[in-house]
């Protein structure tokens, strides 16, 4: 599989467009003004609890106190307070070892939320979620700071492995390596690009990211909440962080700051790989270039059509999105179930596609064209998560029901991806309404008399080709033209343009000239 990622920078952020194999499965933007990001660190302030949700309301800036629900809070929360309050108020010039740092008991899972954050302190927090429509972000108290190979966890000493992972042998030997390199009182899970790789790679990755929590501890000195103490990176380096591997083959960039950001970072993380990261110049812009708009215009609808003919129907309900399947006019056989089967499986790997391109979240409901074959629903559902593996969003796929219908499950981290593909007719302006013909055309004869009246000679009317067909229609000397010579004395040559909406109309002089009325 072929991975590309095409970056389009223009005044009001930028956009990132992820194809595989020339087809669009992702598409993020950042914009330039943006806040409170995914992994974004904030020292917050506590405002209000809530034990009827077991929750808290957390001030970190935003215009509505961020949500923190006691789940989230990690079982190390009562160690993060300590850590936040004795950081905030070190007055040391180097600040304190983290390695001397003692860990408070873990908090229990059925506890209450006034047990924990009773005095309504500061605390660090990090964002789960990003504002969605009136909703303030969602915060996490399970703090994670993740690198390109590993992601580490304070206040543990628990090293964990990627169950993606699968070789047993692969497994003992990349927790070794971390438990023997792992500084005390930092948990480290190894993640799936780290398979095959040695202990200076390790290492090093490592290293950055206990650097990154140095500098979270000297962020944190003095600060007054609400005040964010670190950024996530860049929404391009984090893409390149969890993704790139072997299959990318392109990264082109349409700025040079990002351009230059971008090979430094791949530079960094990936030498081998720092030749794949082009400048983009030319003069088209850069999504039209490789087809991407084309692509988000027909991903987008209601309706998306899929190859062979079949096609689906995309529904967002307040609890739920609906997607129904449809067999349009495909047919590959005689055989009833055989084209269900077929259908159904062009349809799911779409629908594994939309899901990713669009970040749909929370309960999709899929109806499936029946089939009654037990193997071919099993077939469906085992293909169903093949084609989502490749997903980084935690999702799950319920086996289908007696009644057709596949339910999953996906977690959305920002907004869903809406992309209008509808455009304003420009026949009614977005109105539903247009000009009655009858009306038009006693318009065009009143323009008709008053520019015959200023001597103009030789007229040209240019119309649609429904107008061009009223306005020709019938026998030579009854038409509307042939009245018009008859009334005004002179006579004036219609033509029709596709180019033209139903009631546009022009008039052109004997030079070819548009008049303007």
């Known amino acids: 599989m072929n991975k590309e990622l095409i970056i389009n920078a223009a005044p009001q952020g930028v956009e990132i467009a992820l194809l595989e194999d020339r087809k669009l499965v992702e598409l993020h933007s950042e914009k330039s003004d943006a806040r409170f990001a995914v992994g974004d660190l904030y020292l917050g302030k506590v405002k209000k609890l809530i034990p009827g949700l077991n929750a808290a309301f957390v001030e970190v800036g935003f215009e509505k106190d961020a949500f923190l629900h006691y789940t989230d809070l990690s079982p190390y929360a009562k160690s993060l307070l300590k850590f936040t309050n004795l950081t905030v108020n070190d007055k040391s010039e180097n600040g304190a070892d983290f390695g001397k740092f003692e860990n408070e008991a873990e908090i229990i899972k059925t506890g209450k939320i006034n047990e924990v954050l009773g005095g309504k302190p500061n605390i660090l927090v990090q964002i789960l979620k990003e504002p969605i429509a009136a909703k303030g972000p969602r915060l996490s108290c399970e703090i994670s700071l993740p690198g390109r190979f590993v992601v580490i966890t304070p206040f543990n000493n628990i090293v964990a492995v990627s169950r993606k992972i699968h070789s047993s042998e692969e497994r003992k030997r990349l927790q070794k390596i971390v438990e023997a390199i792992k500084p005390k009182n930092f948990g480290v899970i190894v ?11 390790l290492h090093e990755d490592l290293s950055a990211l206990v650097e990154m929590w140095k500098t979270i501890q000297k962020n944190l000195k003095g600060a007054v909440a609400p005040a964010k103490v670190l950024s996530e990176q860049t929404k391009t380096n984090s893409i390149l962080r969890d993704l790139l591997n072997a299959d990318f083959n392109k990264i082109v960039v349409n700025d040079r700051t990002i351009f230059n950001d971008t090979k430094n970072y791949i530079q960094r993380i990936a030498p081998e790989k720092v030749d794949i990261v082009s400048y983009y110049q ?40 609906v997607i129904d399947v449809n067999s349009g006019y495909k047919s590959v056989s005689n055989n009833q179930e055989q084209n269900a089967l077929e259908t159904n499986l062009e349809a799911a790997d779409e629908i594994a596609r939309q899901l990713r391109l669009r970040d749909l979240g929370g309960i999709i409901v899929v109806d499936f064209i029946d089939m009654k074959l037990p193997e071919n629903k099993r077939k469906l559902m085992e293909k169903m998560e093949e084609f989502m593996s490749p997903d980084r969003a935690k999702h799950a796929v319920l086996p289908i029901s007696k009644f057709g219908i596949m339910q999953i499950t996906r977690q959305r981290m920002k907004p869903e991806v809406n992309i209008n593909t509808q455009e304003i007719c420009p026949s009614c302006n977005g109105t539903g309404k247009i000009t009655s013909t009858l009306l038009l055309e006693d318009e065009i004869e ?21 107008m061009y067909a009223y306005l020709t229609k019938g026998w030579p000397w009854s038409t509307k033209m042939a009245k018009w010579k008859k009334k005004f004395g002179q006579k004036t040559r219609v033509e029709a343009d596709t180019a033209y909406h139903l009631t546009e109309y022009k008039f052109f002089d004997q030079h070819d000239e548009e008049i303007k009325l």
């Open 282 to 321: 030319n003069g088209a812009t850069i999504f039209d270039s490789f087809g991407i708009t084309k692509q988000v215009k027909s991903s987008f609808g209601k309706t998306v059509n899929l190859n062979s003919g079949a096609y689906l129907i995309i529904e967002h309900t307040e609890a739920l999105h």
């Open 446 to 466: 009143k323009n008709l008399n008053y520019l015959i009246t200023h001597k103009h000679k030789n007229l040209k009317l240019v119309v649609n080709p429904i």
């Open 191 to 201: 993640r799936t690009a780290a398979e095959g790789k040695n202990t200076a790679e």
